[in-house]
């Protein structure tokens, strides 16, 4: 692999997407809500139970690329017991990691999936890798969402 | 599987493609330090040096308005547009320039039929009938117009290969169907639909048929009188000419019938404020000043394709399929999706435990330019189980080393995923 390459499928990537975690409808789940990436058909759903303002129990199905799945999978370990307002902030850090606005997030409360800073290199997969953090959003917002949410909106 | 194999004339040598290559300037480039394997035609063709020389002469000493001016340059200007008109005729083997209208590219085509002939001639409770291979723009364009006359459309199904079930097909053919809209080569399988059968079924039934070529068009040559097609559409872009230049071919005593598309310049006769007159086939249905730079390298292209021979790149073509079929497919973990008998130009597969979009990102790492993803064609993903495939498309400028190419990198990718 070239070392670009090496950068965005890590190890620790690699392994998530093969063996997602949290990959199941938990039975507690109060809010969901479908995401969807018009633009290569990759689908997630993403489970909530929430609790007040708190994520209680979260959990995500569905198919895509080792990116968005490394990456739900991952973000379903790291926003686990957070309150909304924390998720929200993680996310707004996430992005601009993958996005290459912040170099620097390495350092910040984003821990192991720093190691998706190698999706700024590969502008064409930075919604692979925010799929998962759209729906989680729009599931927060909303009990039942009728809509998918889509990378395009 | 096996393909239909296209015969050359006799006698007549094979294409020299390392030669051809040369005629495509963008082909002598390294992506990522490595040799580039463009392998998304079906996507957009790359253009040959004599299509790029046709715009630029064309914009460095013809370029005026067309059917106006009465000075020199207006003259040499139509004077090109008309003779890359009468170029896409003998290209289609149309019986008349006045069946030839330009527009934008295939959708615009079919969009056009949708709402001048379609808003005419279907009412509610009428049925369109397609088939389940069909590209978005052979879709959506219908449906928008069932939506507003209360019409139905209706989906004549494929197989497990990706042929059409022409049984079912010609059963849909109802007292109700007003028009059969189907493709002569998928997009996504690169299937080649027995269009002369079907054809003939609509038209035993009186139904008109309109044909979406764009995937056909740079592999075969197309005859729409052979065919008796009412309607041929195609885009310049996959045929080696630039974006924004298509054709629609449509029957004349159709076209004549047809109310205006759009209104604007060109395409009347006369105008008052009390009564405008439209202007005759092919303008009335051109509004506006339309892609001239466009047309007249469409025509380069056309030209370019006939110096080759349209038999002889379907012959490469066919050559480099069944190469690539046989390569690609005894990968292990390689499932095709498509495996019609008679197939032009595409190769799509997924590759078990890689998801075509990561093998989308190795394979440019290795130069290698495939296209991943639904392909327009999000109901033929639903047919086959799978949100997406990867797409390998073949043109003239292909060659076996390319598909080896190809062959290394997805060994590269299973290696990164195994």
């Known amino acids: 692999m070239t070392s670009e390459l090496g950068e965005l499928y890590q190890e620790v990537i690699l392994e998530h997407s093969k063996a997602p975690r949290n990959f199941r409808r938990p039975a507690s789940a109060n809010h969901e809500a479908e995401g969807y990436n018009p633009l290569c058909g990759d689908r997630c759903t993403v489970y909530i139970d929430m609790d007040g303002e708190k994520i209680n129990e979260i959990g995500f199905q569905g198919a895509g690329c080792a990116i968005s799945r490394a990456s739900a999978s991952m973000m379903t370990q790291m926003v686990k017991g957070k309150t909304k307002a924390e998720a929200a902030k993680l996310f707004e850090q996430f992005h601009n990691l993958v996005t290459g606005k912040d170099e620097t997030a390495q350092a910040g409360d984003l821990g192991k999936m720093a190691v998706f800073g190698g999706v700024s290199k590969f502008p064409a997969r930075v919604k692979c890798a925010t799929l998962a953090w759209h729906t989680l959003q729009s599931a927060l917002e909303d009990e039942k969402k009728q809509e998918p949410v889509s990378t395009e909106q | ?418």
């Open chain 2, 1 to 418: 599987m096996s393909i239909a194999v296209h015969q050359t004339n006799s006698g007549s040598a094979a294409l020299d493609i390392e030669r051809i290559k040369h005629d495509f300037p963008i082909l002598d480039q390294t992506i990522h330090g490595k040799r580039l394997v463009y392998l998304d035609s079906a996507a957009t063709s790359q253009k040959p040096r004599a299509v790029i020389d046709a715009i630029v002469r064309y914009y460095e000493h013809d370029n005026a308005n067309i059917h106006r001016g009465v000075h020199t340059l207006s003259m040499r200007a139509t004077e090109a547009h008309d003779t890359a008109r009468q170029t896409v005729r003998r290209f289609l083997n149309a019986a008349d320039t006045r069946e030839i209208i330009f527009v934008r590219g295939a959708t615009e085509a079919i969009n056009l039929v949708a709402q001048s002939y379609g808003r005419t001639h279907v009412g509610s409770g009428d049925e369109i009938l397609i088939t389940a291979m069909e590209h978005h723009s052979n879709i959506v364009p219908w449906q928008i117009l069932c939506e507003e006359k209360g019409a139905h459309l209706r989906v004549a199904p494929i197989d497990d290969r990706g042929e059409l079930e022409l049984d079912k097909f010609a059963e849909l053919i109802g007292p109700r169907t007003k028009l059969v809209a189907v493709t002569q080569v998928s997009n996504a399988l690169g299937t080649v639909t027995p269009l002369r059968e079907m054809i003939e079924l609509a038209h035993r039934k009186g139904v008109p048929v309109l044909v979406d070529g764009a995937q056909a068009v740079p592999h075969l040559a197309v005859d729409v009188q052979a065919l008796d097609c009412d309607f041929y559409v195609f885009s310049g872009h996959k045929v080696y000419a630039p974006t924004g230049i298509g054709v629609l071919y449509g029957k004349r005593s159709l076209l004549e019938a047809m109310p205006p598309y759009q209104g604007g310049g060109d395409m009347i006769s006369s105008v008052t404020f009390e009564k405008t007159t439209y202007n005759d086939l092919p303008y009335k249905f051109e509004a506006g000043t339309p892609d001239i730079a466009g047309a007249i390298a469409l025509g380069a292209a056309i030209q370019y394709i006939g110096r080759l021979g349209i038999d002889k790149i379907a012959a490469h073509e066919h050559d480099l399929l069944a190469y690539a079929t046989a390569k690609v497919g005894a990968l292990p973990g390689v499932r095709l999706i498509g495996t019609a008998r008679e197939r032009a130009g595409v190769l799509s597969f997924v590759m078990e435990g890689v998801h075509p979009h990561d093998l989308g990102t190795i394979l440019d790492r290795e130069g290698i330019a495939i296209r991943t993803g639904h392909h327009c064609a999000q109901p033929v993903m639903e047919r086959f189980g799978i949100p997406a495939t990867a797409r390998a498309s073949f043109a003239v400028y292909n060659t076996r080393q390319d598909v080896d190419a190809l062959v290394e990198g997805m060994r590269k990718a299973h290696e990164v995923f195994a």
